[in-house]
């Protein structure tokens, strides 16, 4: 037996750094990478086709605030509407608004970060003055503000009103991944080659921030997702959308904790909180992929077996 | 050095400050219409509008007369001697006094909450980053699910399970109101027993940032050679942990910890909303629903300079934990 083992420990990690070689494999092998593709695909499946399957899920109905059942998977509301219709069809929206509003925060922190950053100067010094001041100037309460005001309460004001509050943080880790860059030999060299400015920032520059601006734009619509149900479920959103937040809203509003209705407010955060984890997951699991020193190794079982006989003989 | 630092760090406050003090300036502007005109009959409706009260209004709107520097320069000076104007929800109470009051109860569950979500997090994290590829790492998941969570619904999910289902907790208000307002035992013992509810809602819904981002920075440091030298040295592995790994590891969640104070505040805003508790949020959605333009000015203000000075604070704390920052 000892004979064997001694082969196994040689050969393993020779073996495992073959395996490891592809990117895709590597990427294959971080279960939290796939559960999180697994969850947000889920959900980006919901909100594609499951609006199809349902006609109008603000149906008024006759079975009001009935539990579970084989006929309303998530009950009925006070006025009869199926809650399960309302969460699959209220997937598609509040993806949207999270999509979209991630976006043009990841637009507006990769021009202000990058941007900023390379430009350098007192243009940098301007830029990261603002977005050091964006970072700690509370946004909420701007921003349930400023809708109060507009009385604006459409899907665009709203995408961008949360855009235009969270691109801060992404900004300032561009920057300071920017200003690192610049100074690299072959931005130098492509500078001195007489490259036009923006072919040094769109080729050189920015696709060396990718990760970091995939992972921005992950954590942008997470808060996107969240900020919107808060503004819905204070009534700042039009009622004729149907988001997660807006079925929370009205849950809370029909009183449905008190009256015990726990699966009509039940869903709507959960699928929140389940999409929120699917994103951070995934998020995660590049964290993983890019910077080894997260990534914790582990031992294929049978190897582990093998050394735990390894030991008992003495070895 | 030191003073260089803190001045710095002062100076940029104080643009911060003002930076918010002129959007406020903005935001009336707006509105639709004449904003004095809808207040002042909104106003009339509950009671006998006192004299220049449009004058004050229209000043502190940053409406008065003259030229924009002039109107600046007029709502300058009302904030200066704290004329927040009357508000609209409870009329004729000064806003100041409502947001003074209000401000009081957020400030104190917002802040022992945070401080004991830290606390955990820091120490929870430190031991799975510690124990890393151990069971312990179970709990990753859980808590980025956490994370995840819309605050204002853990809060109805624990009002639903622990006041209405269980009735252990009382599901409404910051305090008992048959009992006079004042620093007496059943008052403060009341007063401790609604927060408790909502203390925790915000605990487990911060918890899991904190934990994750220092259990990633543990694992970071762990590689590092100053840990594996201590390793090498036999020093006693809680020594290790402690002052050499976590201590270290626990640097970008302090500075982080600074920007996150507005985000724990933004939650508590609409969390607010389903405990009925009497604090900043509460108030900012009576405002927001009653047209009460300044009250909810004045509110942003106290939110804005209550967070401000909250990262003040830490970025001054952080100079001495890390004397590195003092030299850069």
Same mark, same amino acid.
């Not at chain 1, 955060?269 to 389940?274: E, M, Q």
């Not at chain 1, 890019?290 to 914790?296: K, Q, S």
């Not at chain 2, 969570?149 to 624990?158: M, R």
């Given at each position: 037996?000892?004979?064997?083992?001694?082969?196994?420990?040689?050969?393993?990690?020779?073996?495992?750094?073959?395996?490891?070689?592809?990117?895709?494999?590597?990427?294959?092998?971080?279960?939290?990478?796939?559960?999180?593709?697994?969850?947000?695909?889920?959900?980006?499946?919901?909100?594609?086709?499951?609006?199809?399957?349902?006609?109008?899920?603000?149906?008024?109905?006759? @079975?009001?605030?009935?539990?579970?059942?084989?006929?309303?998977?998530?009950?009925?509301?006070?006025?009869?509407?199926?809650?399960?219709?309302?969460?699959?069809?209220?997937?598609?929206?509040?993806?949207?608004?999270?999509?979209?509003?991630?976006?043009?925060?990841?637009?507006? !922190? @990769?021009?202000?970060?990058?941007?900023?950053?390379?430009?350098?100067?007192?243009?940098?010094?301007?830029?990261?003055?603002?977005?050091?001041?964006?970072?700690?100037?509370?946004?909420?309460?701007?921003? $349930?503000?400023?809708?109060?005001?507009?009385?604006?309460?459409?899907?665009?004001?709203?995408?961008?009103? $949360?855009?235009?509050?969270?691109?801060?943080?992404?900004?300032?880790?561009?920057?300071?991944?920017?200003?690192?860059?610049?100074?690299?030999?072959?931005?130098?060299?492509?500078?001195?080659?007489?490259?036009?400015?923006?072919?040094?920032?769109?080729?050189?520059?920015?696709?060396?921030?990718?990760?970091?601006?995939? !992972?921005?734009?992950?954590?942008?619509? $997470?808060?996107?997702?969240?900020?919107?149900?808060?503004?819905?479920?204070?009534?700042?959103?039009?009622?004729?959308?149907?988001?997660?937040?807006?079925?929370?809203?009205?849950?809370?509003?029909?009183?449905?904790?008190?009256?015990?209705?726990?699966?009509?407010?039940?869903?709507?955060?959960?699928?929140?909180?389940?999409?929120?984890?699917?994103?951070?997951?995934?998020?995660?699991?590049?964290?993983?992929?890019?910077?080894?020193?997260?990534?914790?190794?582990?031992?294929?079982?049978?190897?582990?077996?093998?050394?735990?006989?390894?030991?008992?003989?003495?070895? | 050095?030191?003073?260089?630092?803190?001045?710095?760090?002062?100076?940029?406050?104080?643009?911060?400050?003002?930076?918010?003090?002129?959007?406020?300036?903005?935001?009336?502007?707006?509105?639709?219409?004449?904003?004095?005109?809808?207040?002042?009959?909104?106003?009339?409706? =509950?009671?006998?509008?006192?004299?220049?009260?449009?004058?004050?209004?229209?000043?502190?709107?940053?409406?008065?007369?003259?030229?924009?520097?002039?109107?600046?320069?007029?709502?300058?000076?009302?904030?200066?001697?704290?004329?927040?104007?009357?508000?609209? =929800?409870?009329?004729? =109470?000064?806003?100041?006094?409502?947001?003074?009051?209000?401000?009081?109860?957020?400030?104190?569950?917002?802040?022992?909450?945070?401080?004991?979500?830290?606390?955990?997090?820091?120490?929870?994290?430190?031991?799975?980053?510690?124990?890393?590829?151990?069971?312990?790492?179970?709990?990753?998941?859980?808590?980025?699910?956490?994370?995840?969570?819309?605050?204002?619904?853990?809060?109805?999910?624990?009002?639903?399970?622990?006041?209405?289902?269980?009735?252990?907790?009382?599901?409404?208000?910051?305090?008992?109101?048959?009992?006079?307002?004042?620093?007496?035992?059943?008052?403060?013992?009341?007063?401790?027993?609604?927060?408790?509810?909502?203390?925790?809602?915000?605990?487990?819904?911060?918890?899991?940032?904190?934990?994750?981002?220092?259990?990633?920075?543990?694992?970071?440091?762990?590689?590092?050679?100053?840990?594996?030298?201590?390793?090498?040295?036999?020093?006693?592995?809680?020594?290790?942990?402690?002052?050499?790994?976590?201590?270290?590891?626990?640097?970008?969640?302090?500075?982080?910890?600074?920007?996150?104070?507005?985000?724990?505040?933004?939650?508590?805003?609409?969390?607010?909303?389903?405990?009925?508790?009497?604090?900043?949020?509460?108030?900012?959605?009576?405002?927001?629903?009653?047209?009460?333009?300044?009250?909810?000015?004045?509110?942003?203000?106290?939110?804005?300079?209550?967070?401000?000075?909250?990262?003040?604070?830490?970025?001054?704390?952080?100079?001495?934990?890390?004397?590195? =920052?003092?030299?850069?």
């Amino acid at each position: 037996m000892p004979a064997t083992v001694t082969t196994q420990l040689v050969e393993a990690p020779a073996e495992a750094a073959v395996r490891g070689s592809g990117v895709l494999r590597t990427a294959l092998r971080s279960r939290r990478l796939i559960a999180g593709l697994c969850i947000v695909g889920f959900f980006v499946l919901l909100g594609v086709v499951g609006p199809l399957f349902f006609g109008n899920p603000n149906l008024v109905g006759t @079975v009001q605030h009935a539990g579970p059942s084989a006929a309303h998977w998530f009950g009925t509301t006070d006025i009869g509407q199926d809650v399960f219709a309302q969460t699959v069809v209220g997937a598609r929206a509040t993806l949207e608004i999270g999509a979209a509003a991630g976006l043009i925060a990841t637009v507006v !922190s @990769v021009v202000i970060g990058i941007g900023g950053g390379y430009a350098g100067g007192w243009v940098d010094e301007a830029l990261a003055l603002l977005s050091n001041v964006a970072l700690v100037i509370p946004t909420l309460p701007l921003v $349930i503000v400023v809708a109060a005001f507009v009385k604006n309460t459409g899907l665009l004001p709203t995408v961008f009103v $949360i855009a235009l509050t969270s691109w801060a943080a992404s900004a300032r880790v561009l920057r300071g991944q920017t200003l690192s860059i610049r100074n690299r030999d072959y931005v130098l060299a492509s500078k001195a080659l007489g490259e036009p400015v923006w072919r040094i920032v769109l080729v050189e520059i920015m696709p060396n921030e990718l990760p970091i601006i995939v !992972s921005q734009y992950l954590f942008a619509m $997470i808060f996107a997702i969240l900020a919107q149900a808060g503004l819905a479920f204070l009534g700042l959103q039009s009622p004729d959308l149907l988001t997660w937040g807006n079925t929370l809203y009205f849950a809370q509003n029909a009183q449905a904790l008190s009256s015990g209705d726990w699966w009509w407010f039940a869903p709507p955060g959960l699928c929140i909180a389940l999409l929120g984890a699917g994103l951070a997951l995934i998020n995660f699991g590049l964290d993983e992929l890019l910077n080894p020193r997260l990534r914790v190794y582990r031992e294929p079982r049978a190897r582990r077996a093998a050394r735990a006989d390894g030991t008992e003989t003495g070895q | 050095m030191r003073l260089r630092y803190i001045g710095r760090k002062l100076g940029f406050y104080l643009v911060a400050a003002w930076i918010a003090i002129t959007l406020n300036f903005f935001l009336p502007r707006l509105i639709p219409g004449d904003p004095v005109a809808v207040i002042i009959s909104k106003q009339q409706q =509950t009671g006998t509008v006192p004299l220049g009260e449009a004058d004050q209004l229209r000043r502190l709107l940053g409406l008065g007369s003259g030229s924009l520097a002039g109107q600046y320069g007029q709502y300058l000076n009302s904030l200066a001697h704290l004329r927040f104007g009357l508000s609209i =929800t409870v009329f004729p =109470t000064p806003v100041i006094d409502l947001v003074r009051q209000a401000v009081f109860w957020t400030l104190i569950l917002v802040g022992i909450a945070t401080l004991l979500s830290f606390a955990l997090g820091i120490a929870l994290g430190t031991v799975t980053g510690w124990k890393r590829g151990s069971r312990l790492d179970a709990i990753v998941p859980a808590t980025t699910l956490l994370t995840a969570v819309p605050y204002f619904w853990l809060a109805l999910l624990l009002v639903y399970l622990f006041a209405n289902t269980w009735q252990i907790f009382p599901a409404q208000g910051g305090f008992d109101p048959a009992l006079d307002v004042g620093w007496n035992g059943a008052f403060i013992s009341s007063a401790i027993q609604h927060s408790l509810l909502p203390a925790i809602t915000l605990i487990v819904a911060s918890v899991g940032g904190w934990l994750l981002g220092m259990r990633n920075m543990m694992v970071a440091t762990l590689a590092e050679d100053y840990v594996v030298a201590a390793e090498a040295k036999g020093l006693t592995p809680l020594r290790v942990m402690a002052k050499y790994a976590a201590r270290n590891a626990v640097l970008p969640s302090v500075s982080g910890f600074a920007v996150s104070i507005g985000f724990v505040v933004t939650g508590q805003i609409v969390m607010e909303q389903v405990f009925n508790y009497p604090g900043v949020g509460n108030l900012l959605f009576a405002a927001v629903q009653n047209q009460d333009y300044p009250l909810m000015q004045g509110i942003f203000l106290a939110i804005s300079f209550a967070v401000l000075g909250a990262n003040l604070l830490v970025d001054l704390l952080y100079g001495f934990i890390d004397p590195r =920052t003092k030299e850069a």
